[in-house]
């Protein structure tokens, strides 16, 4: 059996967190498998879905890393095939019209709600004779399901759960004006696509139940469901927009690597012993669902944040600065530097060290992106403004000027003996120096910085602040 997982988001908003994790676990489990992952457009709800919500969610699932096989199926595209099961199960005597008035689907709604049956449909119209349907009513055609006895799914995560048959109502599977609802659309694509798991979020189990009997119906094969705990906050409050239950684009925009937020996204309910960094690789090899959990997981921003800072000092130094390079040009008017990419890429290491995000990296970027003139802050501002320390730079222009070999040990040895020679601790020097190359009184090592500039624009900084 080759197995294929689907994901079938709705574009109806932006693809959010729960959903990423969703189509990750099936993108996982599928390539582990070396089975196939597909992606379906939940887009029968034409009022409610937008292009620019589809354009969101391919973009997304591209930035994730995850790529569908074959091409993508719009389920508004299948509404004649799914009309066509619904006839053939009328047709069987599995399905009927039901002729109920608003009036009258209100009214059972209410007697429910005050404690009557534990269906709220009470299939009047299972066994009617359809020659006493009133003649003002478009019909909406119902499945009929068991009346007595129970169903029970054996779930890959939730293990067997049963629900008694007198709680699942005889559901519409096609409305009055002919057009299938979410319950027929989803088993005759799922079917059709082959889908031989069903990997989703607990929200839907309910739904299962009624499936289940669909594809029995049909006379259709089950395919294994495996339905996963939703998603809370840190407080353990269901996600909100303060939890950060925004979509992917959000954490893009933040500054967030894919790699990061894939191996967050992971271990979001998912286990591999005590293993918390797992590459894309690891995650494809280890991957099943009896490590899935039951209970919620929960979302910490601060954790995420974390393990993004991890994964700046892990990425490719020439890959990373090509993305702060284009984050830092859009933020400005001023002209990169010809040989920005290369100082960055060579400096990249240094400036990963204390931050959380690529936009935080591009915010201290810019010794290296820009030439002189440099933009002081105002604490390199004041150091420069003192004249000891405009004598001092003026002194190591010159001394710097005469080094031999342009590195980081013969520029500290330069530097520690200006320093002795004139009685100063190295900080007292090495701080008006930051001032001057950086423009900042905060930067990697000083001799770092001097290196990855090199000699020509290190000097070009010390004459401009020391006039």
């Keep these: 059996m080759t197995v294929v ?7 109806t908003g932006y693809l959010h967190i729960g959903g990423a994790r969703t189509a990750l676990f099936n993108w996982l489990f599928a390539r582990h498998h070396a089975g196939k992952y597909v992606l379906r457009v939940e887009d029968t709800d034409q009022k409610r879905s937008t292009q620019d919500a589809i354009d969101k969610i391919f973009e997304g699932l591209s930035w994730l890393g995850l790529d569908h096989d074959g091409d993508v199926v719009y389920q508004s595209q299948n509404a004649g095939r799914h009309a066509e099961v619904a006839a053939q199960l009328l047709a069987e005597g599995k399905a009927y019209r039901c002729y109920c008035s608003p009036e009258e689907l209100a009214e059972m709604r209410e007697t429910a709600k005050a404690g009557g049956p534990t269906r709220v ?194 990425a490719d130094p020439a890959d990373l600065s090509a993305q702060v390079m284009e984050l830092a040009a859009a933020g400005t008017d001023k002209s990169l530097s010809p040989d920005a990419q290369n100082r ?31 933009t002081f802050n105002d604490k390199a501002r ?31 040895t330069a530097v520690r003996e200006y320093a002795e020679r004139n009685e100063l601790k190295l900080g007292q020097v090495a701080q008006p120096l930051r001032a001057a190359l950086t423009g900042s009184n905060v930067s990697p090592g000083i001799f770092e910085v001097m290196v990855v500039l090199g000699r020509d624009e290190t000097l070009a900084r010390l004459e401009q602040a020391s006039t």
């Excluded at 400096?347 to 440099?374: C, H, M, W």
């Excluded at 150091?383 to 031999?404: C, Y």
Aim: net charge negative; charged share 25%.
């Design 5 to 11: 997982t689907r994901f079938a988001p709705s574009p």
């Design 121 to 314: 449909y009470d299939n009047r119209w299972r066994d009617r004779d359809p020659s006493q349907a009133p003649a003002d009513i478009e019909p909406v055609v119902r499945i009929k399901m068991p009346l007595d006895g129970e169903t029970t799914i054996s779930d890959l995560v939730q293990g067997d759960v049963t629900r008694t048959n007198d709680t699942l109502d005889d559901f519409v599977i096609l409305r009055s004006d002919g057009t299938p609802t979410y319950m027929l659309a989803v088993v005759v694509d799922d079917h059709d696509m082959g889908a031989t798991h069903v990997i989703r979020g607990d929200d839907h189990l309910n739904n299962a139940f009624r499936q289940f009997h669909l594809y029995k119906a049909c006379g259709w094969e089950v395919p294994a469901f495996a339905h996963i705990p939703l998603i809370h906050g840190a407080d353990g409050a269901k996600m909100s927009k303060r939890h950060g239950a925004l979509g992917v684009d959000h954490y893009a925009d933040l500054g967030i690597l894919p790699e990061t937020m894939r191996n967050y996204l992971l271990r979001l309910g998912w286990s591999h012993g005590d293993d918390e960094i797992i590459s894309t690789q690891q995650a494809i090899e280890w991957f099943n669902l009896d490590s899935v959990g039951r209970s919620p997981a929960r979302f910490d921003m601060d954790r995420l944040l974390n393990l993004n800072a991890h994964y700046l000092k892990e």
């Design 344 to 374: 960055l890429t060579k400096g990249i290491s240094g400036l990963v060290q204390r931050v959380k995000t690529i936009n935080e990296i591009a915010d201290s970027a810019g010794l290296y992106l820009f030439d002189a003139p440099l």
């Design 382 to 412: 004041d150091l420069l403004a003192n004249p000891d320390t405009q004598k001092h730079i003026s002194e190591l222009a010159e001394i710097l000027g005469g080094v031999t070999l342009w590195d980081e040990s013969q520029l500290d």
